[in-house]
């Protein structure tokens, strides 16, 4: 099965390719699971082969609302920090032990006293200790050029240079790692990536609980 | 089997109809109750198997929130994600101790062992548990048997948030938890591990030795997938309950065979008890219902013998009830037998007709009366009374008897015993000596004026009279003696006799003469003599008369007029007469031989001439000694021919056609006809000595003689005179005409020797007989 994705992946790559030359700069990618529905929170990291300098992280912030992580999936370059404010009234005790980044704010509300650097590439499992349930990820990625879909399945890359990239897609059900892909870019592109998921549901707060 | 008696049958069928009922309803009773036991018992093990079921599923459930608890546990997933061998193994061992966990180990998110505290323990052990978590993040528990320990093991996800790993927590089935569920269900449990097709008891609630008992049958409780198994020989039931998927591990659950057998034994013992109770109830009441029956029964047997020997006792009391009956039934039968008896021994001792006693009782009654003081017995008969008979007729006869045998009891002063001897014959018995001037005043009331069909009758009556002296006589002497006596009256005048002394003995020389007289024939106490009879008109002696003689050895010479009347009364004349005919054949052939020619002539009675083998008998006579018809001379007496003519004549023509001579004795003393005289084939008649020995002096007798011989020489008869005597008789007779004459004028009877010497003197000087007085 895993086989049968990855020859129709590039088959979509080289299809692509061959427009996006026409509008360069842009590239569309729709996601889609195995069975062709729109695949949100999946990350795709485009890694420049011929870029030279490499942009420091942005910024980012992973808050909790309403007992639960937003957004589910991020994605940062490596070096980023990342906020994990608190905008509920309960406390939280956010944790990791990925290997990527283990840390863990204590139990805290409002914004944590700093952020968390994330110096190393990798998938980070966020969870809170004192909320089981909840649950998001950090995809910590090498490049810069990193987008998560939404819930339509598409992500966007603006002003991409023209050049051959690789490309690594990442969901956090996905059922087996998808190969790393080469790509050429120039001009427009729109591309559309298939990705063999677990049928999983976002992790929610529960219904019942203390009135919260 | 055989009961003799009533009581012990009927106890035996009361006892036997209880036993069987017993018997039925217990077996009944108790195969239902066993039935029902054992499936009660079945049940609880049915149910205590569930129980266990629940039991370990819930022990699976709190041991996998315990152990899903314990992976939720911040310090231990914080542990576990540095991923340090000894690390993790320590907060294993740390946080498996919270839960008291026998065995922990750690998981892959993939499966793959990372740590265990049983460093045994293979991956491939987990991994059929491994594959039932089926990707999902859900705990897992199931039961395995790891390194011959039986293990509840749980499996729960290690969330940090993502499957980090997954934590195993092991824990036995150990003592505690089998003591535990035998708590919930009362039941014995083992655990049962399947090594190398061996089965191994372990944490059992058994003790050692059922333990040790309980495993050789485990192999086949276990490979009948844990059915339900009666071990008849053990003291358990035990039903098994598999454990794991790979059925290594299976619980085996035990229900003492003693909870329930102690039910049904004690419902047992119950029954045998009621039964035994019953039953020892029942032979009381058997018994005692039996002798209630069998005693009455007993009670009228024992009378039944007492009546069967005559006893007259009331019947024994009893109820209303069969056996009342019984009773009375039996005493009625007493008073009916006491009658029939009494109607018995009346008939037997008295006579029908007249009601007086009879023979019998004569018998009985008359020794007593004879032993205890003098008297007379007179003993009565009526004359002639056959005669009376044909008159009058059977009827009327009685008639006249019943009227004398009134007189008897009524006219007669009463004696001591009155009783008909039987026919014509009356006993009297009085105290006292009768004289016979008493008899003849009693005969006379007795004898006249009998009213029978308006006339009057006198009856003839004899009477013979004896006198007894107290303690003297015997029955039979005296009733004999009596009898003898009534035998002289029957002759006597006044037809009343007294027994005299002596008569009694006559008697008894008869009936020696009588019984001696058979052998006398043989033993050569007789013997024949002979009477010459000597022919008038040729003075010859040409023939005789043999006559018999009789010499006893005890009493001496016998008269033949004393035993031939005897020998005609007993029967006993034929006898005499072939043995004389024997004797006069022989004597015949040897006179013969000795050149004498002799008619003898031989007596007949009337018995003789009435058998019909005589002519055959005299002619096989006259064969055997060679001798002519015309030797051999036959008498009759002239009364012999009178009783039966008819046959008498035609017995004489038959002899006479024999060529034998035949002559008339003793002729008119009977009172011949002379119709019958002239029809006798006879040639000689023989006038009678009466009319002969006179002959000489009486001229009545010679007349008689004179008339008797013309009259028979008119009829063809010759005619020979007995008994001349005299010499002045032979010329008397010669001129009446006889042929022949006898007597002891010529010879007495002679011997055959003294005959044949007499004859040839005879012969010699005939005219010495017929010229000169013999003085004899």
């Known amino acids: ?212 | 089997m055989r009961f003799r008696s009533l009581r012990s049958k009927l106890i035996a069928i009361l006892v036997l109809l209880l036993s069987l009922f017993a018997l039925a309803t217990a077996l009944a009773t108790l195969n239902s109750m066993k039935r029902d036991s054992l499936s009660q018992a079945h049940d609880m093990l049915n149910v205590a198997s569930k129980v266990l079921r629940q039991a370990l599923q819930i022990r699976a459930t709190q041991l996998s929130d315990s152990v899903s608890l314990l992976a939720t546990d911040f310090a231990f997933r914080r542990a576990v994600a540095t991923a340090e061998q000894d690390t993790i193994a320590s907060v294993l061992q740390n946080h498996g101790s919270r839960i008291n966990a026998d065995l922990m180990l750690l998981l892959s998110p993939s499966g793959d062992l990372l740590v265990s505290s049983d460093a045994q323990l293979q991956p491939a052990d987990i991994t059929p548990l491994f594959a039932q978590t089926g990707g999902a993040n859900a705990s897992v528990a199931d039961i395995l048997s790891l390194h011959g320990q039986p293990y509840q093991l749980v499996l729960a996800p290690v969330r940090a948030p993502n499957l980090i790993a997954w934590a195993g927590m092991g824990f036995l089935l150990d003592k505690p938890l089998a003591a535990n569920i035998k708590a919930i269900t009362d039941l014995d449990i083992s655990f049962v591990i399947r090594q190398q097709d061996a089965f191994v008891l372990q944490n059992s609630t058994l003790t050692a030795a059922q333990q040790l008992a309980l495993t050789p049958s485990l192999a086949q409780l276990l490979q009948q997938n844990g059915n339900l198994q009666q071990e008849r020989d053990q003291d358990y039931l035990s039903v098994a309950s598999v454990l794991d998927q790979q059925q290594h591990l299976w619980a085996v659950q035990h229900l003492s065979n003693q909870r329930w057998l102690s039910n049904y034994q004690a419902f047992r013992q119950q029954l045998l008890l009621i039964f035994g109770a019953a039953l020892a109830l029942a032979l009381l009441v058997a018994f005692v219902f039996a002798r209630s029956i069998t005693r009455p029964l007993d009670a009228l047997s024992q009378f039944a013998r007492r009546i069967g020997q005559g006893s007259v006792e009331p019947a024994p009391t009893a109820g209303n009830d069969e056996i009342g009956l019984l009773g009375r039934t039996l005493h009625t039968m007493q008073q009916d037998i006491l009658q029939r008896e009494q109607q018995l021994l009346f008939n037997a001792e008295h006579d029908a007709l007249t009601g007086l006693y009879n023979r019998a009782a004569v018998d009985r009654l008359l020794p007593a009366i004879l032993a205890e003081q003098d008297g007379s017995l007179l003993q009565l008969n009526i004359r002639h009374f056959k005669h009376l008979n044909d008159i009058l007729g059977f009827a009327n006869a009685d008639k006249l008897l019943v009227q004398l045998a009134r007189r008897l009891t009524t006219v007669l002063p009463k004696p001591l015993l009155l009783a008909r001897l039987g026919g014509d014959e009356f006993l009297l018995v009085y105290a006292g000596l009768l004289t016979p001037a008493q008899v003849q005043a009693k005969v006379l009331l007795l004898s006249e004026n009998y009213p029978l069909e308006q006339s009057l009758i006198n009856l003839k009556l004899c009477a013979g009279l004896y006198h007894f002296f107290a303690g003297g006589e015997c029955l039979s002497d005296a009733l004999r003696r009596t009898d003898i006596a009534l035998e002289h009256a029957r002759h006597a005048p006044q037809r009343i006799a007294t027994y005299v002394q002596g008569q009694d003995e006559s008697h008894q020389r008869e009936l020696q003469l009588i019984r001696d007289l058979p052998d006398a024939l043989q033993n050569g106490q007789f013997y024949v003599v002979y009477q010459p009879k000597v022919d008038l008109k040729q003075q010859l002696c040409n023939s005789c008369e043999a006559l018999i003689r009789w010499q006893h050895p005890k009493l001496g010479f016998v008269p033949p007029d004393q035993f031939i009347g005897l020998a005609e009364h007993a029967g006993s004349i034929n006898l005499i007469t072939q043995w004389m005919l024997q004797q006069v054949c022989k004597q015949l052939a040897l006179w013969q031989q000795q050149g004498l020619q002799m008619q003898v002539a031989v007596n007949l009675s009337v018995q003789d001439l009435l058998e019909p083998s005589l002519c055959q008998q005299i002619s096989a006579l006259l064969a055997q000694y060679q001798l002519s018809a015309a030797n051999l001379a036959l008498e009759v007496t002239e009364s012999a021919i009178m009783q039966d003519a008819d046959t008498v004549v035609q017995q004489l023509t038959a002899l006479r056609q024999k060529g034998l001579s035949l002559a008339i004795d003793d002729f008119g003393t009977g009172q011949s006809s002379l119709a019958y005289l002239k029809q006798l084939p006879v040639h000689e008649v023989k006038i009678d000595r009466a009319f002969v020995k006179d002959i000489a002096t009486n001229s009545n007798d010679a007349l008689i003689v004179s008339a008797t011989t013309q009259l028979a020489h008119s009829l063809g008869f010759k005619v020979t005179a007995e008994g001349l005597e005299q010499h002045s008789g032979l010329t008397a007779l010669s001129q009446c005409g006889c042929d022949t004459v006898q007597g002891y004028y010529f010879a007495k009877p002679l011997t055959s020797e003294a005959f044949f010497a007499w004859q040839q003197d005879f012969s010699q000087r005939p005219a010495y007989w017929f010229n000169g007085e013999i003085v004899l």
């Open chain 1, 1 to 212: 099965m895993t086989q049968f994705y990855a020859v129709l992946f590039s088959l979509l790559i080289i299809l692509c390719g061959f427009s996006q030359r026409l509008a360069a700069n842009t590239l569309n990618i729709t996601l889609v699971n195995q069975h062709n529905q729109p695949l949100a929170d999946a990350v795709v990291e485009l890694i420049s082969t011929t870029a030279t300098t490499l942009p420091t992280g942005k910024p980012a912030s992973v808050t909790q609302q309403g007992l639960m992580f937003q957004p589910f999936v991020s994605a940062v370059m490596r070096g980023s920090a990342v906020d994990f404010p608190n905008l509920d009234k309960t406390r939280h005790h956010v944790y990791s032990f990925s290997p990527a980044k283990t840390f863990e704010i204590e139990l805290y509300s409002g914004k944590p006293e700093q952020p968390v650097v994330f110096d190393k590439a990798g998938i980070v499992a966020l969870g809170c200790n004192i909320h089981d349930y909840m649950q998001a990820y950090i995809y910590v990625g090498d490049s810069p050029l990193l987008a998560v879909s939404n819930s339509q399945g598409e992500l966007r890359f603006t002003d991409l240079a023209p050049g051959d990239y690789q490309l690594r897609l990442w969901h956090p059900w996905q059922q087996a790692p998808a190969v790393e892909q080469q790509l050429t870019l120039s001009g427009h592109q729109q591309l559309q990536l298939t990705l063999a998921v677990e049928n999983k549901t976002k992790p929610a707060a529960p219904k019942r609980g203390f009135g919260q």
